[in-house]
Nanobody
Framework: QVQLVESGGGLVQPGGSLRLSCAAP????????MGWYRQAPGKQREYVASITRRGRTNYADSVKGRFTISRDNAKNTVNLQMNSLKPEDTAVYYC?????????WGQGTQVTVSS
């Protein structure tokens, strides 16, 4: 099973910012659109944002205007800049290809938004 490795989570106050990063094997990154997903306690995992190989982006309505997804094709990483964070953004954040592949889920990174 191939895992993608997420990093950058933490505890932040409402209104704050965090930047998540995900490292993927070049064999996966170079041929796939990439996405970020999240799972809050007691809820199903949900789509957050995605980016095509050419850089076209798409966002869930709940994060549009606050989050920015990007990819570094030289480093095989996909990033998620999260601004104006809200308590409801608290979740474990995962990256995967888009659409997600069950075999690629990693450990995720915890984001907690709380005062």
């Amino acid at each position: 099973q191939v895992q993608l490795v997420e990093s950058g989570g933490g505890l932040v106050q409402p209104g704050g910012s965090l930047r998540l990063s995900c490292a993927a094997p070049v064999s996966i990154f170079s041929v796939n659109d990439m996405g970020w997903y999240r799972q809050a306690p007691g809820k199903q995992r949900e789509y957050v944002a995605s980016i095509t190989r050419r850089g076209r982006t798409n966002y869930a309505d709940s994060v549009k205007g606050r989050f920015t997804i990007s990819r570094d094709n030289a480093k095989n990483t996909v990033n998620l800049q999260m601004n104006s964070l809200k308590p409801e953004d608290t979740a474990v954040y995962y990256c995967n290809v888009q659409p997600p592949n069950w075999n690629y889920w990693g450990q995720g990174t915890q984001v907690t938004v709380s005062s």
